[in-house]
Nanobody
Framework: QVQLVESGGGLVQAGDSLRLSCTASGLTFSNYFMGWFRQAPEKEREFVASITYRGGATFYADSVKGRFAISRDNAKNSMLLQMNSLKPDDTAVYYC????????????????WGQGTQVTVSS
């Protein structure tokens, strides 16, 4: 079955960096548009970043543009989210997700989800 597994979360201070990883199995990774979402306590899950099938284009939420960078390695069935200059507002559970249908900032467009990894940024 399809599995997406995130790793790399943790507790950091404001201004620090973290790199999240997502490893996929059970699917043809290059056939999926990939994205990162996050969900803070008592808030809806929100779009963070996404990347096209071969990594030729990337998209970001305004709140992370210039600080976060998404990338993928289809040979390794993996995706990364490099997060720099972290802020307390970035505190959330981060999820990777896979979509067959292509670009979207909506959670509804994504077919598979990981279990999430916690990122906590202290001030």
């Amino acid at each position: 079955q399809v599995q997406l597994v995130e790793s790399g979360g943790g507790l950091v201070q404001a201004g620090d960096s973290l790199r999240l990883s997502c490893t996929a199995s059970g699917l043809t990774f290059s056939n999926y548009f990939m994205g990162w979402f996050r969900q803070a306590p008592e808030k809806e899950r929100e779009f963070v970043a996404s990347i096209t099938y071969r990594g030729g284009a990337t998209f970001y939420a305004d709140s992370v543009k210039g600080r976060f960078a998404i990338s993928r390695d289809n040979a390794k069935n993996s995706m990364l989210l490099q997060m720099n200059s972290l802020k307390p507002d970035d505190t959330a559970v981060y999820y990777c997700a896979a979509s067959r249908s292509g670009y979207s900032r909506s959670t509804l467009a994504y077919d598979y989800w990981g279990q999430g990894t916690q990122v906590t940024v202290s001030s």
